[in-house]
């Protein structure tokens, strides 16, 4: 388990390239990595992942999917060939998920998964997954963008 304490947004993403570096230099598994990304609105999830994006080699600006649930990027220069985030923060019940082949998904070695919100589908998703919980600090400032310390976070990593 590793713990990181980041104080702006710029540090939680760079935390996120580094972890992506990480991942694309193992080798690939039978199933795909999968990230499991928990905490609060605005803790720091989507910002994680927009890093971790960057580390990937990803170019595309990379935005929550809340609204269309998921998003696939294409991985270049790598055994891994496309990163999907999923958001599932407005999914109503596990059947709502069925629709984007999820497993299907999961169960290719070639992928790299981040799934926000994934205690919305604890029954399918699959065992061996990293866990990255987020919590806030202290609270964000109300005019503050995260980039001078208002964004105080806890990050914690479990393979």
């Known amino acids: 388990m590793e713990k990181y304490i980041t104080n702006n947004n710029k540090e939680t993403q760079s935390i996120g390239e ?9 080798k690939l598994q039978k199933n795909a990595v999968v990230l499991a990304l928990s905490g609060d609105l605005g803790a720091g999830k989507t910002t994680f992942l927009q890093g971790f994006a960057k580390g990937l080699g990803i170019e595309e600006v990379v935005n929550s999917p809340t609204f269309i649930i998921m998003k696939k990027f294409e991985i270049k220069k790598s055994d891994f060939k496309f990163f999907y985030h999923f958001d599932l923060y407005r999914l109503e019940n596990q059947t709502d998920v069925e629709f984007l082949d999820l497993a299907e998904i ?40 995260g980039e001078t310390g208002e964004n105080k976070r806890e990050l914690t990593i479990s393979k």
Do not use: R, Y
């Open 18 to 26: 580094n972890f992506a570096q990480e991942i694309l230099a193992t």
């Open 106 to 145: 999961i169960s290719d070695p070639k992928n790299i998964v981040a799934v926000e919100w994934p205690e919305k589908i604890k029954k399918i998703m699959p065992e061996n997954v990293i866990s990255i919980t987020f919590k806030h600090l202290e609270p964000a400032s109300a005019k503050g963008s």
